[in-house]
């Protein structure tokens, strides 16, 4: 059973990939625990840019620190690349993964520095769309590992 919490940065604002998270959070339901805790993105100027980044470290830091136990990884362009079938046997694991993405902003440098990192691809995306992107990986994860039809 998938033991998997997301963090993220700022709600789906936007209709159509609130529909996908949503759908993709049904379909890994049946395969184990998911759970999204969303921590308030920083509003910023160009001036601000770097406070609104270490402020958003902060919350974050402080539900890490309740995950002494988890593994946890940061979703970043510059992390490990897997494909599927390595990223279904790196999740596969009793013990809790714990999965973050950052906001726009990305992650502040002491944050980056402290975790490894997972990389969905070179290309960086929006934050909102690198969730969708997670949680369909996440279901195929879950598929690859219980044998359904779904990964070919």
Sequence with gaps: MLNITLVTVGKIKEAYLSEAATSYIKRIKPYGRL???EVKAES????????????????????LDNKREAQ???????GTLFNSLEFATKIE????IVLVIAGSLGFAKELEAKYPKISLSPLTFPHELARVILLEQIYRAATI????????
């Design 44 to 63: 910023f100027s160009t001036a601000t840019k770097d406070k609104a980044k270490n402020n958003e470290a902060l919350k974050i830091q402080a539900i």
């Design 72 to 78: 946890i990884y940061l979703m970043s362009e510059h």
């Design 145 to 152: 590992i219980n044998h359904k039809e779904y990964h070919y």
């Design 93 to 96: 694991n009793p013990q809790e």
């Design 35 to 37: 759970n999204i805790l």
